[in-house]
């Protein structure tokens, strides 16, 4: 797209100096704030909309994840047009939300099916940019698309709000100035799940882990072996699986004779559903080794996963970034609201969407301005609650959110198709905090602004 049409070009003042300015008989502006943000990708200013660019897996290995965050988009869409209760913009706090849109424009959204696929999460991206002029990028339900997609989004100055993804990289060494995630990380996962099944399973175990083969994966095991390592279990062995496997039997077989106790699944979507059901299949569960009963952990699933694993769900750990049924005056808001419109409970995957989705539109309200560096610091170290995940911080040091995390477990007698998770335990924003550095990484600037082209 040509920023040609947008007037005086940062290039043409470096290149000219203010005395060419000047000598056109143009205002200086370019050095307020407003003409600044004459020049960033896709300025709304003339026009009466702006439009959100939802890039989704609504095919693919996460598809099913995607589509409730489809719905969740669609709904905070609805909210932030003053359509609809509102749902969480009467609970959310502080906030200058005012159901007109956004600056008083109304939103609208194109969207993209990223296949679970991060050159395809990337392309479509590139397109909703050029093509449709997307103002602000959000979605994906895997850290490989939210990587990627982030990092073209710095490139064109973009902000991405990412939707779920989990990798320990996405605000650790890939991070980036214009990403932003809402969603809890895999170390964090690890802080919360291993003292519970320390104390449900002891500290005497031997783990063996399969793996999905990519960066959500690997951090997710580096973070669950840490983590259980450090009560005294033993990792015998750690095997990666590619993203779609579909059939994990030769994965599998070699479980039986590791020596191993206790089987980690590092997996998501429709290959969780499919591994832990074909362990059980191969009996894991009514097994013994090494004197003790044999185990499946899940470090991170979702209701949908839960719903998808049917009776095998039954009584398996893992973690969760918000659960429908938490009884919170946000949680129950959009719970509420989500259940209206599409009659069943929302996963997380769908509330950390339209999450999201309000937050960027609140951070650009605060700002007065769609010009992404104002927008940024906006968001960073903001401060806010009624979401459902309690007193929530977005740590400007490397753009996570701060909140707390939940510990899962299937319910072993669901009174419905929807009751299939019970949290456990809710681990405190203290409890799951870290230090930003660790990761590495560096944010980036947010100036001189990238242009689309």
Same mark, same amino acid.
Request: aromatic share 10%.
């Given at each position: 797209m040509s920023t040609s049409k947008r007037g005086i070009s940062r290039r043409n003042v470096i290149k000219t100096g203010l005395a060419g300015i000047l000598a056109t008989g143009a205002a200086p502006l370019v050095f307020s704030r407003g003409a600044w943000a004459q020049e960033f990708c896709n300025n709304p200013d003339a026009g009466s909309t702006v439009t959100y660019g939802l890039n989704l897996p609504l095919t693919g290995t996460y598809a099913e994840e995607g589509a409730d965050e489809l719905k969740a988009y669609e709904l905070a869409i609805q909210h932030l047009n003053g359509e609809g209760d509102g749902g969480l913009l009467n609970v959310f706090k502080p906030s200058a939300l005012k159901g007109n849109g956004i600056l008083g424009k109304k939103v609208e959204f194109v969207t993209s099916d990223s296949q679970t696929l991060s050159d395809v999460a990337r392309a479509g991206a590139?397109?909703?940019?050029?093509?449709?002029?997307?103002?602000?990028?959000?979605?994906?339900?895997? /850290? %490989?698309? #939210? $990587? *990627?997609?982030?990092?073209?989004?710095?490139?064109?100055?973009?902000?991405?709000?990412?939707? @779920? &993804?989990?990798?320990?990289?996405?605000?650790?060494?890939?991070?980036?100035?214009?990403?932003?995630?809402?969603?809890?990380?895999?170390?964090? /996962? %690890?802080? #919360? $799940? *291993?003292?519970?099944?320390?104390?449900?399973?002891?500290?005497?175990?031997?783990?063996?882990? @399969? &793996?999905?083969?990519?960066?959500?994966?690997?951090?997710?095991?580096?973070?669950?072996?840490?983590?259980?390592?450090?009560?005294?279990?033993?990792?015998?062995? #750690?095997?990666?699986t590619p993203l779609g496997a579909g059939d994990f039997s030769q994965f599998l077989t070699p479980v039986l004779n590791s020596g191993a106790d206790v089987l980690i699944l590092n997996h998501y979507g429709n290959d969780m559903v499919n591994s832990l059901t074909q362990a059980v299949q191969f009996g894991m569960r009514d097994r013994q080794a090494n004197g003790k009963q044999f185990e499946i952990v899940v470090p991170l699933f979702s209701e949908l996963m839960a719903k998808g694993a049917g009776e095998n769900i039954k009584g398996i750990f893992g973690t969760s970034n918000w659960h429908w049924n938490l009884q919170d005056e946000g949680s129950q808001a959009f719970t509420k609201s989500f259940g209206a419109a599409y009659g069943s409970p929302p996963s997380q995957a769908a509330h950390t969407a339209y999450v999201q989705a309000l937050l960027y539109a609140d951070a650009c309200e605060r700002a007065g301005t769609f010009y992404p560096p104002e927008v940024i610091k906006a968001l960073e170290g903001f401060e806010f609650d009624g979401m459902g995940n309690g007193a929530t911080l977005y740590r400007a040091d490397d753009h996570q959110c701060m909140k707390s995390v939940l510990v899962v477990r299937g319910n072993e007698s669901p009174t419905n198709e929807f009751d299939v998770l019970n949290v456990h335990k809710e681990i405190s924003r203290e409890e799951a905090n870290y230090d930003a550095s660790i990761f590495g990484g560096e944010l980036g600037a947010a100036e001189p602004v990238p242009q689309c082209t």
């Open positions: 590139t397109r909703m940019i050029e093509r449709d002029n997307a103002i602000m990028i959000t979605g994906g339900s895997s /850290s %490989g698309e #939210a $990587i *990627a997609v982030q990092s073209l989004c710095q490139e064109m100055g973009i902000i991405f709000m990412a939707g @779920l &993804t989990h990798s320990n990289d996405t605000t650790g060494k890939d991070k980036r100035r214009y990403g932003f995630r809402h969603f809890f990380n895999a170390y964090q /996962s %690890g802080i #919360a $799940i *291993a003292p519970v099944i320390g104390e449900a399973y002891g500290n005497d175990r031997r783990a063996y882990h @399969l &793996t999905a083969d990519y960066t959500w994966g690997w951090t997710q095991e580096e973070s669950i072996k840490n983590a259980t390592e450090a009560l005294g279990w033993e990792t015998v062995q #750690a095997v990666r």
